[in-house]
């Protein structure tokens, strides 16, 4: 009788034990399953967050020539001083930040505005074209585009001040 009771016992607790064990590799199989998605998730979104220029500049091909970056710079000031009437000296320095690689999106920082020199057109009549970018919600959206004028700075003044002030 006690040996049957004891016999009883020990089936149950295997059982128990073995319950246990499927239940445990059931939610470790779950969290790995969870795991692997969100894995998959971040490498579909990795390969959706290309470079600047996969996202921005045109592809080439034989009747349109595809624009070179020359520079760009995360904008995080105005200098109007610099294009006072007494100096017009207009150029990228009317903007404040540091020059960057703008091809690493691991840098790009949300509500971030950056300025992009580059050259269009063909090689006998290349034309600078000045192109202002935020990025905001994992993209770096378009703000302004302009072709190369001596007073083009002002004309992007008041945006990137409107800009900077929301952020």
């Not at 894995?39 to 220029?53: C, K, Y």
Request: overall charge negative; proline content about 4%; charged content about 25%.
């Amino acid at each position: 009788m006690i040996s049957t009771i004891l016999l009883i016992v020990l089936i149950a607790y295997a059982i128990i034990i073995t319950y246990n064990y499927i239940i445990t590799r059931m939610k470790l199989f779950e969290q790995q399953n969870k795991f692997l998605l969100e894995i998959r998730a971040l490498q579909e979104e990795i390969q959706e967050q290309r470079t600047f220029s996969d996202m921005y500049y045109l592809n080439a091909t034989e009747t349109v020539v595809p624009e070179k970056l020359l520079w760009a710079k995360k904008v995080i000031g105005v200098n109007k001083y610099r294009a006072n009437k007494n100096t017009m000296q207009t150029d990228e320095n009317n903007f404040t930040g540091p020059y960057i690689n703008i091809d690493v999106p691991e840098d790009w920082q949300e509500g971030d505005i950056y300025l992009a020199c580059s050259l269009y057109g063909p090689y006998t009549n290349e034309k600078k074209v000045y192109s202002m970018f935020q990025f905001t919600d994992g993209r770096m959206h378009p703000i302004a585009k302009i072709d190369e004028t001596y007073d083009w700075p002002t004309l992007l003044f008041s945006t990137v001040e409107h800009l900077l002030e929301k952020k």
